[in-house]
């Protein structure tokens, strides 16, 4: 009977860092636009976070002020008030921004967006809506015994079927709801879309100057749609009040060929090895200008804990990374963010 190989027998799968690709594609970008590029790009796992703001800070200390800075953004969301944050940082090194979208920018990346001048979207590209919906120590639970999240939409939507249905007569509908979720979710839930149309002003305060607009398309963004996942194309974004435009397919060509260069960077990269344990090494968030490219990358074991049902971490080592160009010299170090 073959013998099964040990955990040290088996190679780590690890994507390759393509810091030479994407710098050429960038230079390639930036001599097209005639301005800075600054990307930001997650993987279908990574998120925005506060992290992100001082790797943004490191990239934009190295730039002057610059007339007008383009940032290229591909992200499924995160933390909101990293976005402001981040869109803080911007503002300090230019006073005209454009986003160049060419794929999802969603949730707290369309909070990003909204702090740019223009939007110029390809045919690919959408925004999202900007409704919170969190987990909370106090939230329902799922089958499997864990926290599921609550968002504002859903609990609104409750109350307006109990009222279609007639059942106020019958009493307080929040009542019944608060059997299925505690009180407390309820009230974090209500600060936190208050949180999410505070961010979306804020966040428009620095270009716009008409706040009866701001207030109609930051409340907008947070209550008018379905679904927090809903698919917002470039029509609706200019119907609501955004200065969106028509990516050119030159640009949207080339971005999407820069995107693909990150998604061979961002590749799923888990390695098995047994049932129960296994090893990821997945990047996750890259941020990168010319000459400094940053990103995060995942380093840890996982193990599967049989009795309680669940998979916990070990031998956490992920980091994040900064590697650097100078007059043709290339430097991979580690990034101490904390």
């Known amino acids: 009977m073959p013998r099964k190989p040990a955990k040290e027998d088996i190679e780590i799968i690890k994507p390759p860092v393509l810091f030479a690709s994407t710098q050429a594609q960038i230079a390639k970008i930036e001599a097209y636009l005639g301005g800075k590029l600054i990307c930001y790009w997650n993987s279908v796992n990574g998120s925005i976070c506060q992290n992100d703001v001082v790797t943004f800070n490191e990239i934009l200390q190295e730039l002057p002020k610059q007339e007008k800075i383009f940032l290229f953004i591909k992200s499924s969301g995160g933390d909101g008030k990293a976005s402001l944050r981040i869109v803080n940082l911007l503002r300090k090194h230019t006073d005209y921004l454009t986003a160049v979208v060419?794929?999802?920018?969603?949730?707290?990346?369309?909070?990003?967006?909204?702090?740019?001048?223009?939007?110029?979207?390809?045919?690919?590209?959408?925004?999202?809506?900007?409704?919170?919906?969190?987990?909370?120590?106090?939230?329902?639970?799922?089958?499997?015994?864990?926290?599921?999240?609550?968002?504002?939409?859903?609990?609104?939507?409750?109350?307006?079927?109990?009222?279609?249905?007639?059942?106020?007569?019958?009493?307080?509908?929040?009542?019944?709801?608060?059997?299925y979720v505690?009180?407390?979710?309820?009230?974090?839930?209500?600060?936190?879309?208050?949180?999410?149309?505070?961010?979306?002003?804020?966040?428009?305060?620095?270009?716009?100057?008409d706040e009866a607009k701001a207030e109609h398309i930051s409340t907008h963004l947070n209550s008018s749609y379905p679904s927090h996942g809903y698919p917002i194309m470039i029509r609706e974004v200019q119907k609501i009040g955004l200065h969106a435009l028509e990516m050119d397919k030159k640009l949207n060509d080339m971005l999407l060929e820069l995107n693909h260069l990150y998604s061979e960077m961002g590749q799923k990269a888990y390695t098995d090895y047994d049932e129960f344990n296994g090893h990821d090494h997945e990047i996750l968030n890259i941020i990168e200008g010319v000459g400094m490219q940053i990103h995060y990358q995942v380093d840890k074991d996982w193990h599967y804990r049989a009795e309680e049902r669940r998979w916990i971490v070990l031998?956490?080592?992920?980091?994040?990374?900064?590697?650097?160009?100078?007059?043709g010299n290339v430097e991979s170090k580690t990034f101490f963010i904390r």
């Open 315 to 327: 031998n956490d080592k992920s980091m994040w990374t900064k590697t650097t160009e100078k007059e």
């Open 102 to 179: 060419p794929l999802e920018c969603a949730s707290a990346a369309t909070m990003m967006v909204l702090g740019a001048n223009e939007i110029h979207m390809g045919s690919l590209a959408y925004l999202s809506a900007v409704d919170t919906s969190l987990t909370h120590d106090l939230s329902p639970v799922d089958k499997n015994n864990a926290l599921v999240s609550v968002s504002q939409d859903e609990l609104a939507r409750v109350i307006k079927l109990w009222n279609k249905e007639g059942k106020e007569k019958d009493g307080n509908p929040y009542s019944d709801l608060y059997k």
């Open 182 to 209: 505690h009180p407390l979710v309820v009230g974090a839930v209500d600060r936190a879309s208050s949180l999410s149309i505070k961010i979306c002003k804020d966040i428009l305060a620095y270009h716009m100057e």
